[in-house]
């Protein structure tokens, strides 16, 4: 009898003893994946930041050639030309005309002769032998003609330099003549122009770039009275402008 009891005791012990090992054996699995599970998370974030940062430094690599393609853009755009300046004298509106036409297709600055003593149009009436331009063909001393501003700002600042003026008795109208004395054209290309509505150009541009002494002169050209914008247009993509 007290045999058949201490073998119920062993057995019973040792069943206890597998219980706990089973126990044990099943938290230290399930410490060990939950271990495993926390230590995946930091893994996680880092391959979220990556990426993130990966996608950050695509964006701004994009920007940034982005930005310069723009750059060079601009820079193929430039027309290369230099400054243009556009001056004239007009009695009537015409060469105005011609010269407004020329400084917006060029992209140029206007700079208007002005008379300081204006022009009337009794004044100009060149059938009138009294009147006073033809006074002035009669006695070149009478030629002087007083400018509100024969000098331009940042005059060294252009390259090209187109000059416009009527026709009067085959010559250019003499109120340029102060502007062409009063400046140096030492590097600069000159383009006279000139309107008309039968004189050709004749002799006027030379006779203006042997009173500068000075610059590039070029072949000049001749407008009608009623010029347009075609016109000008023409004579510019002659020239390469």
């Known amino acids: 009898m007290k045999r058949m009891k201490k073998l119920t005791a062993l057995v019973l012990s040792l069943a206890m003893a597998l219980s706990f090992a089973a126990c044990n054996n099943g938290g230290a699995a399930s410490n060990a994946s939950s271990a495993a599970e926390e230590s995946s998370a930091p893994e996680s974030a880092a391959s979220q930041a990556s990426s993130a940062a990966g996608e950050s430094g695509e964006a701004e690599s994009s920007q940034t050639e982005s930005a310069q393609s723009t ?22 509106g015409n060469t105005e005309e011609a010269a407004n036409y020329i400084a917006q297709l060029t992209g140029g600055d206007l700079f208007e002769l002005e008379p300081a003593d204006p022009y009337t149009d009794e004044d100009l009436n060149y059938s009138n032998e009294q009147s006073r331009v033809s006074q002035e063909h009669e006695n070149e001393d009478l030629r002087d003609v007083e400018l509100v501003a024969d000098t331009v700002d940042n005059w060294d600042d252009y390259d090209i330099v187109f000059i416009g003026y009527p026709i009067w008795w085959g010559i250019a109208a003499w109120p340029v003549d102060g502007f062409i004395e009063a400046n140096d054209f030492s590097g600069k290309t000159v383009i006279p122009f000139c309107t008309s509505a039968s004189s050709s150009l004749g002799e006027s541009g030379q006779l203006l770039a042997d009173m500068a002494g000075t610059g590039d002169w070029q072949e000049g050209h001749r407008f009608s009275s009623s010029v347009s914008e075609d016109d000008v247009q023409a004579w510019l993509d002659e020239l390469g402008l």
Request: overall charge negative; proline content about 0%; aromatic content about 10%.
């Open 71 to 92: 750059e060079s853009a601009e820079e193929a755009t430039g027309t290369g030309a230099g400054s243009t300046l556009v001056v004239y004298f007009s009695a009537t």
